[in-house]
């Protein structure tokens, strides 16, 4: 990580506020009430706060904060952009605790739903607007994996089961192309039936798909150019081309992440784990994304997508 703390966006407010409203409005003040671009006049006056607008035509106030997750929020816009850019450059994610400490927040809540606003920021509204993954002469791979503790751990009277397998746990299913993205969903079930539609809207039919041994994978191969797949139950992990190591390794980072970073997460809040996992591997230096660029594309995502505490809890969503 590499971040220079004497930027001016992460430690002066007007440049910060600044910042945020050129890369909301390239081409002027947009009126969210009315929509007219470039017909509004900055307020100023010692009894008004900083970025406050006033619309021409409708005659309205506003500012580039509406409608975005930073609305309402008491919090500098120099730290938002510090914590955005922390968050999209810890590659195993950083904790809502250490984040509150390096922004001197002096309520863990505080950080908590900032963390969770943007990982808002970072998913991605519309995937199926980018296309299926894979195509022609690609390849992508697909598994599941279980997140929560291991029973074993668990007291005796609220364990499932004695062994190993996903019962009392939260099932991920993960779609990767080899040499581009990923896309991850929280499923009820490992069954074909909560499988199929999401292979078969997100994988483009000319796809060369892999999977391991599992009965569902085999269900799931049909309808693809090519399918390979590996048995890890006898030791098989790569035969030439064919393996699932690409997946493996993504799903990897996951669970260090939750393991030595977060160490819990509720099963309300996995869809926007995954979402902040999926983003920062989407949007990876080996695609030749940059710290910087990446922190760019977290503050264009903040567009469109006011969060509430109700809804951070669960309660409004």
Known sequence: MNIDLTDPIFNNE?????????????????????????????????????????????????????????????????????AMRLMSSSKKGISAHQLGRMLGFGSYRTAWFMAHRI??????????????????????EIDETFVGGKEKNKHRNKRKHIGTGGAGKEAVFSLV????????????????KNLRPIVEAQIH????????EGAVAKNLSGGFALHGSVNHSI?????????TNTIEGYFSVFKRGIIGTY??????????YLAEFDFRY????????????????????????????????????
């Not at 990982?119 to 299926?132: D, L, W, Y």
Request: one cysteine or more; hydrophobic letters at 30%; a positive charge.
């Open 14 to 82: 007007e440049a910060a506020r600044k910042h945020f409203e050129a890369s909301r409005w390239p081409s002027g003040p947009i009126c969210p009430h009315c929509g007219v671009i470039g017909n509004s006049v900055e307020l100023r006056g010692n009894s008004t706060r900083p970025g406050l607008y006033n619309c021409r035509d409708c005659d309205k106030p506003f500012t580039a904060m509406i409608g975005t997750i930073f609305e309402r929020s008491h919090i500098p816009m120099h730290k938002w952009l510090l």
């Open 119 to 140: 990982r808002e920021s970072m998913r991605e509204v519309h995937p199926e607007s980018a296309g299926p993954l894979g195509g022609e002469g690609k390849t992508v």
């Open 177 to 192: 192309e080899r040499g581009g993205k990923v896309r991850s969903h929280h499923i009820p079930a490992v069954t074909a």
């Open 205 to 212: 039919g000319a796809t060369y798909v892999m999977t391991d």
């Open 235 to 243: 030791g098989e992990y790569v035969r030439g081309d064919v393996h």
């Open 263 to 272: 160490h819990h997460l509720s099963q309300q809040h996995l869809k926007r």
């Open 282 to 317: 989407n949007e990876r230096a080996a695609l030749n994304v940059t710290d910087a660029e990446r922190a760019e594309k977290v503050l264009r995502g903040a567009v469109g997508k006011r969060m509430t505490y109700q809804e951070a809890n669960g309660k409004g969503a």
